[in-house]
């Protein structure tokens, strides 16, 4: 079976394989390294500054010459472009994120949100749109917006999980509905052999997060790498709301930690009644520079600066943790 597929030839990469844009967890030398490796690296850029993403893709750039995108997520970002001085919400902050990477990224990766206000502003910018869904109505939207690929999200992902059934069941409908649109998998994407599944049923490609958390690469904390690496699926958890801080109402999947552990223990109570609510857990550090309190509850990456108590932070991953067994 040939792994070259229409979206190789859309992205202009050797094979279809993107790493996912996992917020500051997702820099320069992890792009780069996939993409120099024949697939499709993704910054993560999500609450990043135009500034720094241009700054950022421009250092990518120098790290390879093949094609890379950026990721942004649409959801909940209203109030927070607003602050940041974008009077018309988080469509003019897209559009200046597209502006700034536009120059070295080829494609725009979205998620959890309507992105049809953004791919016309991104054809103009000669920016790809990828858009990650959870449904094959959230799909046929997307494809009625112009969006050049979708990513179809499986509810056995790592992080904020917008898919709400298998990736097995939720890939081949999508894939009949859309056609003939790429459509990558996402969720339970193991290895090779995933791989190949998912192209069986008609998948142009796959994005894979788990296994490229634990690389050497990643801009990760090394604890949060070596959980990746001894968990099992059966470690990890779905929850709706417990990381709900920063980001409400996104279910999203963890591996089991103190956390969730002294919550279950709990009784599982809602927001508000946790154990050790509001209580920091540890300092974030932030692409500005700025370093924050990191709430417990909150979402965030552990990335590499973290500094507190990493079994109190969300550990995102998926059920593919069970084959990666190493950094």
């Known amino acids: 079976m ?11 990469i050797d094979y279809p394989i993107l790493s996912v844009g996992f917020g500051e967890g997702a820099r320069a ?10 697939g499709f690296g993704v910054l993560g850029a999500s609450d990043d500054e135009p500034d720094f993403i241009r700054a950022e893709t421009e250092r990518t750039r120098t790290l390879t010459d093949r094609p890379f995108g950026f990721n942004l997520i649409i959801a909940a970002q209203d109030d927070w472009a607003k602050e940041k001085g974008y009077h018309e919400g988080f469509p003019a902050y897209a559009r200046a994120m597209i502006a700034a990477a536009g ?14 206000p ?8 000669g920016v790809k749109v990828l858009i990650q869904v959870g449904s094959v109505e959230e799909a046929e939207a997307a494809a009625e917006a112009g969006v050049d690929a979708v990513i179809a999200q499986g509810v056995e992902a790592g992080g904020h999980v ?40 008609g998948a142009a490609g796959v994005s894979l997060g788990t296994r490229f958390v634990a690389s050497d690469e990643a801009n990760i904390h090394i604890d949060f790498k070596r959980h990746v690496v001894a968990a099992t699926a059966t470690d990890t958890v779905y929850t709706p709301d417990l990381y709900d801080v920063w980001w409400p109402g996104a279910p999203h999947r ?36 700025r370093v924050v309190e990191w709430p417990r509850y909150a979402v965030g990456m552990a ?16 059920e593919s943790c069970s084959v990666v067994n190493d950094i």
């Open 2 to 12: 040939s792994i070259r597929t229409p979206l190789c030839d859309l992205l202009g």
């Open 29 to 38: 030398e992890l792009v780069s390294a996939v993409s120099n490796a024949g």
């Open 103 to 116: 120059g070295s990224a080829i494609a725009a990766v979205f998620f959890w949100g309507d992105p049809a």
């Open 118 to 125: 953004y791919v016309k502003p991104a054809h103009e910018a």
């Open 162 to 201: 917008r898919g709400t059934t298998s990736i097995w069941e939720l890939l081949p409908a999508t894939v009949a509905r859309v056609a003939p649109l790429p459509v990558l998998a996402s969720g339970e994407i193991r290895d090779g052999a995933g791989l190949a599944r998912a192209l069986r049923r």
């Open 254 to 289: 963890t591996l089991r930690n103190k956390t969730y552990e002294e919550w279950e223990a709990a009784g599982r109570p809602p927001s508000g009644s946790r154990p050790g609510e509001g209580e920091p857990i540890g300092r974030y550090h932030l692409s500005s520079g």
């Open 303 to 318: 990335n590499s600066d973290f500094e507190g108590n990493i079994e109190y932070a969300p550990l995102w991953a998926g």
